[in-house]
């Protein structure tokens, strides 16, 4: 039998992003969500969260995509931008750390500030993640861990998506950024383990990121279907793409998702199929 969390992305990011996902978490399929503590619309965020308590809630710990920090931009200047908000992209952040860049003591206080500000919230954390994975990377894994281990954090994402699942995406640069980030998440995984960390065992969502359509999705679910075991899906809804694009030029087609999340089709197959629908809180 197979167990699926349907996570949702960048909760808090925006207001669109939050009511794209309340509404696939109450008319659709997600079960769980990760909540960005510098997003904008964090409060909100939170606000519906205490209001939807069968939505799991993990931290997204964000250190790229333009967002501020949580903590004083002096404090971890090392981070940013000369603008005071994260790199707009992980090829950015990894420059950064192979240029030597980063100041792991400062990476330390922003995470560390990020999971305090929502376990501060009362909200039930049932897992640990990262804006466009940058959990996983090998110098910045170990102060995850040993963060959310503090705060009573024990499960984590590990988005080791099958290297030949392409899923419609006949993108080479996708591709390139697909095989480079699951090998280094692939690479994490005995580090998780030897952590006594819990994850999935199964991730997909990574080269559809941001992309998924009713088409897509069904190719996710077929895959979940033929292995048994647990699985993470990755999304990114949102009810406003116009708005959301305007604001991120990430290229995402946030209604699409919504869309392909809440449909009768999709419900009838992972019905049929006998896919459970779980949260991270399920596994620990």
Request: hydrophobic share 40%; net charge neutral; charged share 15%.
């Amino acid at each position: 039998m197979s167990k699926l969390i349907v996570n949702a992305d960048d909760f808090g990011l925006h207001s669109a992003v939050n009511a794209g996902i309340i509404d696939g978490h109450r008319r659709g399929i997600i079960t769980s969500t990760s909540l960005m503590a510098g997003g904008e619309a964090f409060t909100e965020a939170v606000s519906m969260a205490k209001q939807n308590p069968k939505l799991g809630i993990g931290i997204h710990i964000t250190l790229v995509g333009g967002v501020k920090p949580v903590c004083d931009p002096s404090e971890v200047s090392s981070l940013l931008t000369p603008e005071g908000v994260f790199p707009e992209n992980y090829v950015e952040f990894i420059k950064r750390i192979y240029s030597g860049k980063i100041n792991y003591s400062e990476l330390r206080k922003e995470i560390h500030g990020q999971i305090a500000q929502i376990m501060d919230t009362g909200l039930r954390v049932t897992h640990i993640d990262g804006h466009q994975h940058m959990h996983v990377l090998p110098t910045v894994l170990p102060i995850v861990i040993e963060q959310a281990k503090s705060f009573g954090i024990h499960a984590i994402r590990i988005p080791d998506e099958s290297t030949g699942f392409m899923n419609y995406m006949y993108s080479p640069i996708r591709f390139l950024g697909k095989v480079g980030l699951s090998t280094v998440a692939a690479n994490a995984r005995p580090i998780i383990r030897n952590n006594c960390m819990t994850t999935t065992q199964y991730f997909w969502g990574m080269v559809n990121g941001g992309h998924i359509n009713q088409k897509s999705l069904m190719g996710i679910l077929k895959a979940v279907n033929k292995h048994s075991g647990t699985h993470e899906l990755m999304v990114h809804p949102g009810s406003n793409s116009s708005i959301l694009s305007k604001l991120y030029n990430w290229g995402y087609h946030w209604e699409d998702e919504l869309q392909a999340l809440c449909s009768s089709h999709t419900r009838l197959y992972i019905s049929q199929h006998d896919i459970e629908l779980i949260n991270y809180g399920d596994l620990v």
